[in-house]
């Protein structure tokens, strides 16, 4: 079976696909690429189907060597890739031979970049998914060096661009569309959380990107004390512990919560938190 040497992971480094669907009423939740979006664009980049399985890296600081010749794509937080030492582009196909090294830089913006191999990272799934749920323990494990890792058969589509014109990703103040509800009644002041900007909290995971206020601004504040029963929780909801805090809920969150949810991310935007760094300033808009 063909693979590929994992040698170095930077912070993080997890396999991750579309998620594993269809199993809440088990307790399971979906988790999948934090940045949807970024994995779609290297699997189309390599030929796969969307939903294959790629590697998350967190920040950057990876390398890889590849045991036969293989194709792949870095995509999502724009760091800079080498094959052997020369640069090669980003959200691009990279060809590479037996042998041959390719290393990863930390990103200069964004949090999370993709990599993508012609014919997936091949790891057995389970429940349907190759994803790392980091809440749950779910998944494999994170990567560590000398890992191999399998790749899929070739896929029988070919790869229809070379590079992708993408956006950059933004090291700026991010306007982030939300709806409120389903829980905005239990605020005296839902619309605080439009009013003036919040940063990324050095707290976030995979779980929860958690909001501190920039500037003065006020916080949410509830109508009483009272907890309410758990409910479910969708990706994206933001919910407000008695902090006034927000917490907006990301690929790994629960599936249920007991804190009142004042507004849903739309899904649209949820890739774009999911490559905001800590100390990144947000802004929340309507949808």
Not at 61 to 68: D, E, I, V
Request: aromatic fraction near 4%; hydrophobic fraction near 40%.
């Amino acid at each position: 079976m063909n693979s590929l040497e994992i040698l170095e992971t930077g912070p993080l480094s997890l396999i991750q696909d579309l998620g594993r669907t269809g199993h809440l009423r088990s307790g399971v939740g979906v988790s999948g690429a934090a940045d949807r979006r970024s994995l779609r664009l290297g699997n189309r980049l390599v030929g796969n189907a969307e939903d294959a399985a790629g590697i998350e890296i967190l920040m950057g600081g990876f390398s890889l060597r590849a045991h036969q010749l293989m194709t792949l794509a870095f995509t999502g937080a724009p760091a800079q890739a080498y094959r052997d030492g020369i640069p090669v582009g980003h959200s691009s196909i990279i060809v590479v031979n037996p042998g041959q090294v390719v290393r990863l830089d930390y990103a200069p913006s964004g949090l999370r970049t993709y990599l993508t191999v012609r014919g997936g990272i091949a790891v057995p799934e389970i429940l349907g998914s190759r994803s790392t749920d980091t809440l749950s323990g779910i998944g494999p494990a994170p990567l560590k060096p000398n890992d191999i890792l399998p790749i899929g058969p070739t896929p029988a589509a070919f790869p229809l661009v070379d590079v992708a014109p993408v956006h950059q990703v933004s090291g700026g103040t991010l306007d982030i569309r939300v709806v409120f509800g389903p829980r905005a009644d239990r605020f005296v002041n839902p619309e605080a959380l439009k009013a003036g900007r919040w940063a990324v909290s050095t707290d976030s995971d995979r779980i929860g990107a958690r909001l501190d206020r920039v500037g003065t601004d006020a916080l949410l504040q509830r109508t009483d004390g009272l907890e309410l029963p758990t409910e479910g929780v969708a990706l994206g909801s933001i919910q407000v512990p008695p902090s006034g805090q927000p917490v907006v809920f990301l690929a790994d969150h629960p599936i249920t919560g007991g804190y009142p949810v004042v507004a849903v991310v739309t899904d649209a935007d949820i890739d774009r938190l999911g490559q905001a760094r800590p100390g990144q300033k947000i802004r929340f808009v309507s949808s």
